[in-house]
């Protein structure tokens, strides 16, 4: 692997940034959904949660932390950090400890795996936890994408549980796996 040596991850705020996040989203987000997952089922998605109105959301929240990985300027992939602990009943029985974070989303583009981004964004990921406090980061990934588990496993979570992923009305299961805070 090799780093590009003007790799930078930043936490973004600025609303402006709203119309390249979402255009990273675009790209990205297919490339993680399971085989089978229809390309109507995709784009639903993408225009219901990965929106430039939905990022414009996520860089004006306090409760959230847009971190965009860039090479030369350009953004080659993001994750967002959000701080307000687990809702959903499935994770909640798993990820016990509070306060928590969640990597709630991650993608890097394909021209950009293997060059350190996801690294660099998941160490920035977890320092974003750490500040607010958290004494654990858990994340959800689809249970039949290896690649991204394998990574997470690389970067120190575990397995704990399973939870409901859906996919404009279709169920997925993902795996929850957590990481304490060293």
């Known amino acids: 692997m090799t780093v590009p040596a003007d790799l930078i991850v930043t936490i ?10 979402a255009a990273v989203a675009a790209v990205t987000f297919p490339l993680a ?6 390309d109507a089922d995709t784009a639903e998605h993408i225009a219901r949660h990965l929106t430039a109105a939905r990022f414009r959301d996520h860089l004006a929240s306090p409760d959230h932390d847009v971190l965009g990985a860039r090479v030369d300027g350009a953004l080659v992939g993001y994750a967002l950090v959000d701080h307000t602990g687990p809702t959903d009943p499935e994770v909640c029985a798993v990820v016990t400890a509070s306060p928590v974070s969640e990597v709630s989303k991650m993608y890097v583009l394909p021209e950009a795996h293997g060059t350190g981004a996801s690294h660099a964004l998941m160490d920035r990921a977890l320092i974003s936890a750490r500040e607010r406090g958290s ?6 990934v689809s249970n039949v994408n ?34 304490p805070m060293d």
């Not at 959904?33 to 229809?38: A, D, E, I, L, V």
């Not at 004494?135 to 959800?140: F, N």
């Not at 690389?154 to 399973?162: E, P, S």
Request: charged share 25%; aromatic share 14%; proline share 4%.
């Open 135 to 140: 004494v654990a980061t858990w994340l959800g």
């Open 146 to 179: 290896l690649r991204a588990q394998r990574f997470y496993s690389k970067m120190g979570f575990t397995q704990v549980g399973h939870k409901s992923f859906w996919l404009n009305g279709d169920e997925q299961r993902d795996f929850v796996m957590l990481r």
């Open 12 to 21: 973004d705020t600025d609303a402006e940034l709203a119309d390249d996040f």
């Open 33 to 38: 959904c399971p085989p089978g997952t229809t």
